[in-house]
Each structure stands twice: as C-alpha cells, then as structure tokens.
C-alpha cells in the first residue's frame, strides 16, 4: 500500500493536475487521459486534494506531499472562500471566479476536514482558524436546532434553497446520511487538534443520529434520505456508504473517548458491517447499491467502494478481533490491484462494470473523482500498522 500510495496515487496528482497558469488545480481529467483545463474547480476536489496530501504530509514527511497540501490550502482560503458571508462556494470557473455560490453543507465538511488535518500535519495556526470558522458556519445556518440534524444546502447568503441536491442522482431532501457521514468525519478530525466543548457535544449528538434516525434497526442499512422531520425517503442501499460508516462512527467514538458511547457503538459496528457485506462479491469486490422496492441492482465495483471496503473490514479485525474480515479485506485489495489500480498511466480507473469491463467512460480524476477514498484507504493502513 506504501507503493500504491508513493508511486501511483499521489504522483498522478502532482504532475497532472496543477494549473500552473491558473492557480490551484485543474477540473477534470477524463476516464481516458484527456485533460479538460476548461473545466469547472470543484470545492471537494480542491478539500479532499487538501486532506490527502495533508495526511501524506503527516505520515511520509515529503516535500511534494507539503508543496500540494500548501497549494490546497492556499486555493480554498483564498478562492473558495466566500469572504462576505462565510462558508465555501461549491464550485468556481478554471479562471478562479465563483461560479455555483451556493452552500452546501457537505462541500464546507471536506473543507474543515483539509484544514484540520493540514493544522494537524503543519501546526499552521490560519488553516485551524478557516477550519473553526467554517465549523461555527455549519452550527449557525445548518444544524437544525428544533428536530436536530443538519439541513442539505443554503443559498451563498444562507437562506433557503429549493434545490439541495447534492447530485443529480440523489433526491431532493433535506437531510441525508450522505451528509451527516461527512459532518461527522470533519468535526471527529477538527476535535483532534480542538479539544472544544461545543464541538464535542455536537460529535456525540452526530453518533447519536446515526444511531437513532439513519440506521435502519430492522435491517442494520443506513437510510439515505429524509424530510426534516426524519421521515426515510428512499429504498436505496448504499453497500460503500454502509461499509465506510461502519468504521467512521466508530472512529468518532474512539477520539472522543467516551465510554459509554463507546459501548453502545461498538455494539453496532459489526451488524452495520455485515450489513454491507451482502453487497460483497466472490471476486472480493463490492458492488454499489441496490433498490429495495424494484429489486435492480448496480452491480459496478467503483473505485471508492472498494477502499473504504478495505478500511472497513481491517476495522472489524483490529478491533473485534474478525479474521473472517481480514481475509474479506485481503480479497478485496486484490481485486483492486487486479482490476482498478492503473498501472500504466497512474491513479485508478472510476470502477469495474459488471460486466467485467474498465470503466473509462467517468472520470480519472473530477468533481467527484479525487485522491482521498483510495489515498486514505492506503494511509489507513499504514498508520495502523506501522
């Protein structure tokens, strides 16, 4: 994983995706190694550029892994951030104008989870200030004080927005898991290196949530959306989303260190795991997501699946003490050595089809197509077990 990581992932970024006229990053690389500098700069491409390299900052000690994370942070402060109302546009033009101004809640939790762990690799004191800033954003307009959670998105001003999609794909609701996860893992990483009251009881609550409203208890899945009074909204089961959760609300739980927390989550990790596994195929792959009420499945393997797959399992063994989940681990870092990693030109392809082809079609690296699922999965790791 050290290899993958030093010679495959963190490479492709640095040489190909720099806009050395622009500033920043560029859009969009497409599934077949066409650079498109026109492209629109997303903030989680910028955010989760800004994690990884942070991280590989942290772990490896490079200078290409500091020149990046600098990079990163640099861009986000000064382009992305709306300086009049606070909080991060959700995407600019290739020329660095704010082109979507609108908030949305998950795109300002990659922001704080890049400046934190930037603070946390470099001590810099303007990365943790933009992290805290952006957090007391997400309490302010976002948290929903009366029925609790955090709504989707606001206008840039903060009011209402009617569309709070974060994708085309997804529906139209106020609250998603999608957003609570990635609430959650920024706030569990801003707490490590800010030990503030107000951020710890919101960690707790965001457990709580998951816990209490998004679990499914029947079926031990995560629900996927719902209205703001917590009505579920879909009948999608999202295996990846289930898989990384597993390990990320037991994540918040350890760094908090709250024991009886603790307890009650660790009670839940493993069911919500298994869960995930009936999307786990004889290959070592797992597929993306099924609809319960037609029965259709999305049989693809996509890239970001497949390593919070790996991280999911390798929780499960280090912690519950599951051999059974070390061997699923292994199975599936080789079907991601076998059929995503590619080793020709760098990075990983988007996914394997189901039927058994490389997808070229989505994006090497885009919008939604960054370093951090597969650069974490490998960093993960070597924390883990250095």
Same mark, same amino acid.
């Given at each position: 994983?050290?290899?993958?990581?030093?010679n495959?992932?963190?490479?492709?970024?640095e040489?190909?995706?720099?806009?050395?006229?622009?500033?920043?990053?560029?859009?969009?690389?497409t599934?077949?190694?066409?650079?498109?500098?026109?492209?629109? &700069?997303g903030?989680?491409?910028?955010?989760?550029? $800004?994690?990884? =390299?942070?991280?590989? /900052?942290r772990?490896? !000690?490079?200078? +290409?892994?500091w020149?990046?994370?600098?990079?990163?942070?640099?861009?986000?402060i000064?382009k992305?951030?709306?300086?009049?109302f606070?909080?991060i546009?959700w995407?600019?033009?290739?020329?660095?104008n704010?082109l979507?101004?609108?908030?949305?809640i998950y795109?300002?939790?990659?922001?704080?989870?890049?400046?934190s762990?930037?603070h946390?690799?470099?001590g810099?004191?303007?990365?943790?200030?933009?992290?805290?800033?952006?957090?007391k954003?997400?309490?302010e307009h976002?948290?929903?004080k009366?029925?609790?959670?955090?709504?989707?998105?606001?206008?840039?001003?903060?009011?209402?927005i009617?569309?709070m999609?974060?994708?085309?794909?997804?529906?139209?609701?106020? &609250?998603?898991m999608?957003?609570?996860?990635?609430i $959650?893992?920024p =706030?569990?990483?801003? /707490?490590?290196?800010? !030990?503030n009251? +107000?951020?710890?009881?919101?960690?707790?609550?965001?457990?709580?949530?998951?816990?209490?409203?998004?679990?499914?208890?029947?079926?031990n899945?995560l629900r996927?959306?719902?209205?703001?009074?917590w009505?579920?909204?879909?009948h999608i089961i999202?295996?990846g989303?289930?898989?990384e959760?597993?390990w990320l609300?037991?994540?918040a739980?350890?760094?908090?260190e709250?024991?009886?927390?603790?307890?009650?989550?660790?009670?839940?990790?493993?069911?919500?795991?298994?869960?995930?596994?009936?999307?786990?195929?004889a290959?070592?792959?797992?597929?993306?997501?099924?609809?319960?009420?037609?029965?259709?499945?999305?049989a693809?393997?996509?890239?970001?699946?497949?390593?919070?797959?790996?991280?999911?399992?390798?929780?499960?063994?280090e912690y519950?003490?599951?051999?059974?989940?070390l061997?699923?681990?292994?199975?599936?870092w080789?079907f991601?050595?076998?059929?995503?990693?590619?080793?020709?030109n760098?990075?990983?392809?988007?996914?394997?089809?189901?039927?058994?082809?490389?997808?070229?079609?989505?994006?090497?690296?885009?919008?939604?197509?960054?370093?951090?699922?597969n650069?974490?999965m490998?960093?993960?790791?070597?924390?883990?077990?250095?």
């Amino acid at each position: 994983m050290l290899d993958v990581l030093q010679n495959n992932i963190l490479p492709y970024w640095e040489k190909n995706m720099q806009d050395h006229e622009n500033g920043g990053f560029y859009g969009r690389m497409t599934g077949d190694e066409k650079l498109m500098p026109e492209a629109e &700069k997303g903030a989680i491409l910028n955010a989760r550029i $800004l994690w990884t =390299y942070s991280s590989a /900052y942290r772990l490896l !000690k490079s200078s +290409e892994s500091w020149e990046m994370a600098t990079r990163a942070k640099r861009y986000l402060i000064d382009k992305f951030y709306d300086k009049r109302f606070g909080g991060i546009y959700w995407s600019l033009d290739n020329k660095g104008n704010p082109l979507d101004t609108k908030k949305q809640i998950y795109a300002l939790g990659f922001a704080i989870y890049g400046l934190s762990e930037y603070h946390r690799a470099t001590g810099d004191r303007e990365a943790l200030d933009y992290a805290i800033m952006l957090f007391k954003s997400i309490e302010e307009h976002s948290f929903d004080k009366e029925k609790n959670g955090y709504l989707e998105a606001l206008t840039r001003e903060w009011n209402e927005i009617e569309d709070m999609r974060l994708s085309e794909k997804d529906a139209n609701e106020k &609250k998603t898991m999608n957003t609570h996860l990635h609430i $959650l893992e920024p =706030y569990t990483n801003l /707490y490590r290196v800010w !030990k503030n009251d +107000e951020l710890r009881k919101q960690i707790k609550n965001l457990v709580e949530v998951f816990l209490d409203k998004i679990l499914n208890k029947e079926t031990n899945h995560l629900r996927l959306f719902f209205d703001e009074n917590w009505n579920g909204k879909d009948h999608i089961i999202s295996y990846g989303h289930d898989i990384e959760a597993s390990w990320l609300i037991h994540e918040a739980a350890l760094v908090l260190e709250d024991e009886t927390l603790l307890k009650r989550v660790e009670a839940i990790v493993p069911l919500i795991a298994n869960a995930a596994g009936e999307g786990l195929q004889a290959d070592g792959g797992m597929i993306y997501e099924k609809n319960t009420e037609t029965g259709e499945v999305d049989a693809d393997r996509h890239w970001w699946v497949q390593a919070e797959t790996v991280v999911g399992y390798i929780n499960l063994y280090e912690y519950f003490n599951n051999e059974d989940a070390l061997e699923k681990a292994l199975q599936c870092w080789n079907f991601i050595k076998k059929h995503l990693i590619d080793s020709k030109n760098g990075e990983w392809f988007w996914s394997l089809k189901a039927d058994g082809t490389i997808n070229t079609i989505d994006d090497k690296a885009g919008f939604w197509k960054c370093p951090y699922h597969n650069g974490r999965m490998c960093m993960e790791l070597l924390g883990r077990f250095q």
